[in-house]
Each structure stands twice: as C-alpha cells, then as structure tokens.
C-alpha cells in the first residue's frame, strides 16, 4: 500500500476548508464545468441556442424564399453552404434548423423528467400498490421498441414539432422514472426522513421538501445525455416525415430530401447533417462532463 508523504497530506488538509466554513472568494467564481472538451461543448450550444432565438436576423436570406440563386449551386461566397432544388439558400436553412432541433430536445426531456420524476418518486416512496402499479406502466413502455412506440403515437396524433416531441418524452420518462425510483428509495431510509415523518409531514411534502433535491444529481445527469437521444430521435423522424411541417426545415428533412442528389451535390447532405452532428456532440460532452462532476462513484472510477 503506498503511503501519502506528511507533508502532502498536511498541505491538502490545510487547503480543504472544514464542513461548513464559507467558501473562498476563488472556489465561488470557479466554473462549475471542466474540461477543454466540456467548455467547447457549451459554446457550441451557446451558438445553437442563439441561431435557435435569432435565426431569422442573423441568416442572410429567408430561409424559404425560392430562387435567391442559381438551382442545386456549389458553396460559395455569396452562398456559403450552397443552393437547394429550389434555389433556397443552404446556409439560411442550417441556421432555421437550429430552432426545431433545440425545441424538441427540450420540450421531450422536458416532458419525460417532469412526468418520469413524479412516477419514479411516487413509486419509490410510496411503495406498495402504488409502486407495483406504476413500475408496471413503466415496464410496458419498456417493452415496446422505441421508435415503433413514438410511431403510433405520432400515427395518432400527426405529425408535427410539438407531437414528435411528446413522443420522445414519452419513450424517454421510463428512463427518468426508473433512475428517480432507484434514488428515492436509497433516500427514503435516511434519518431526516423519519424525522420529518416525526414532526407529522405528509408524505407529498416530504417528497417534494426532502426527497427531490437529494435526487436531482442523477436527474440532471439523465438531463443532460437524453437530450442528445432527444435530438437524435426528432432528427430521425423528421427523416421520416414527422417533424415540421415543409417548407420549413429542420436537420432530418434536409437530410431527407438531399438523399436523390448524394452522388451529385454531396453538400446537400453534408452539411445539416455536420450541424446535427455537432449538436448531438455537444450534449453528449455536456453530459458526461456534469456526470464528473455531480457523480463520485465516476470520478472514483475514473482516479482508480
């Protein structure tokens, strides 16, 4: 067993501050996400986000306006990315797309980790009946395929951004169901919860005083790597035919519609599909620098 010399073990105690002193004045202004990677990871969805909110000010042509150039041209100066069919400027159309691709991410996980996290905790609290019961449903979404699940559903309601969204929620709330039921059982046999049963609480307080933010870590964990399933999911259907409606565009319909001219005009395809790659990345890497960060057990894993 190797020893830590006295004096590295005297400096890193004297660095660390005992529980409960005020933080420094550094360690308060220290960036919460490190990593080159995880920082460039969040400038990318920076820009995302603001192609998402400012899309229509900062492309140089309408997207859908027909005919600002030549049919099916090269990138260029005058247009960056290219022509479509249709004479509509690629470059325009890549940065519109970046409006329903974040919308769905984060109107699916949205949905999934507020719906998944009531059924999760519920369960995980209340047990009983009440858990057999909603850890069945939860069994029966996942039984069924995912994307035959998100099908159906969109078979029956439309397509269309906000429908396609809802569907991958609901294919993604197991995920967050099972991960907060997990959580809140491991949390409901702490001492603060029995004393708060003791002072008379009700079960509903308790979950939402107690029980909720001792399991937010993991959830926001899950967060952050399903929003990239999300994304990868909308794109998916929208290749199909499920997303916006045309003539608007989104990352899977450009995708979609460039197939035919793949051998001809490669720039078609490649670039929505390099953009929706980029986004996908960077949720990934955002996801896995917040599990560093807000999971021990991976950073124990990782330093062993």
Not at 129 to 154: K, N, Q
Not at 182 to 204: H, K, M, P, Q
Not at 221 to 243: D, R, V
Request: net charge positive.
């Amino acid at each position: 067993m190797t020893s830590i010399p006295a004096s590295t073990a005297a400096s890193t105690i004297a660095s660390d501050p005992p529980p409960g002193a005020p933080k420094s004045r550094a360690a308060r202004r220290r960036w919460p996400i490190r990593g080159v990677f995880a920082n460039a990871a969040l400038v990318v969805l920076v820009l995302y986000v603001l192609a998402a909110i400012l899309g229509s000010l900062i492309a140089p042509y309408s997207p859908n306006e027909l005919n600002v150039g030549p049919r099916l041209q090269g990138p260029s100066g005058k247009h960056l990315f290219g022509t479509d069919a249709l004479g509509r400027d690629q470059f325009s159309r890549v940065i519109a797309a970046a409006r329903p691709a974040v919308e769905a991410a984060l109107i699916a996980v949205g949905f999934a980790i507020v719906v998944g996290t009531l059924i999760g905790t519920a369960a995980g609290f209340l047990r009983g009946v009440t858990d057999g019961v909603l850890s069945r449903l939860t069994d029966l979404l996942f039984a069924i395929p995912e994307y035959l699940l998100a099908i159906l559903v969109l078979a029956i309601a439309g397509s269309g951004l906000l429908n396609a969204a809802l569907a991958i929620g609901l294919v993604i709330i197991p995920r967050f169901a099972r991960i907060a039921r997990g959580a809140t059982i491991e949390v409901s046999g702490r001492s603060y919860i029995d004393a708060a049963r003791l002072c008379g609480r009700g079960n509903w307080w308790i979950m939402y005083r107690h029980v909720l933010p001792n399991i937010s870590s993991p959830l926001i964990i899950m967060t952050a790597i399903n929003l990239s399933t999300a994304e990868g999911a909308y794109a998916a259907l929208s290749f199909l035919g499920f997303g916006v409606a045309p003539p608007d565009a989104d990352f899977g319909s450009m995708i979609s519609t460039a197939q035919q001219y793949m051998l001809t005009e490669p720039w078609l395809a490649a670039y929505p599909a390099l953009a929706f790659v980029a986004l996908v990345l960077a949720f990934n890497l955002l996801g896995d620098a917040l599990r560093d960060q807000l999971d021990p057990r991976s950073r124990t894993a990782v330093g062993a």
